[in-house]
């Protein structure tokens, strides 16, 4: 049982500490319900189910159903991997509107040399 025990109490510590490491904001929402699942099972294993099904319905379930609904809404939840995305932080309109501002530029700058 001590085992299980610190298996679970490194799960949560690293999945912790990846919360505050990741830089998708979608991951760290991951993250954190992990972690919170990780306590609901160590509440358990203290033989306290209310509070573990209390913790895992609203740390785990709830809180993270709620971070990645805010994310879309903010138009943050895309992962570093997918098509199109550019920094975490940035908005979709800003994202739309950056290949129309560098084709400006380029097309200002082909202006330029023909006048010189």
Known sequence: ?????LVIVLLVLVSSVA????????GAAV???VASLGVSVLFV????PDVALTEAAVGAGLSGVVMALG???LGLWRLEGDRGAAHPLTTTAERLAAPT????KGHNQEEGDRHA
């Open 1 to 5: 049982m001590v085992w299980i025990t």
């Open 19 to 26: 919360v505050l490491a990741l830089d998708s904001l979608i």
């Open 31 to 33: 993250a954190s319900s």
């Open 45 to 48: 294993i203290v033989l306290a």
């Open 71 to 73: 994310l879309r809404r």
């Open 101 to 104: 501002v560098a084709a400006e």
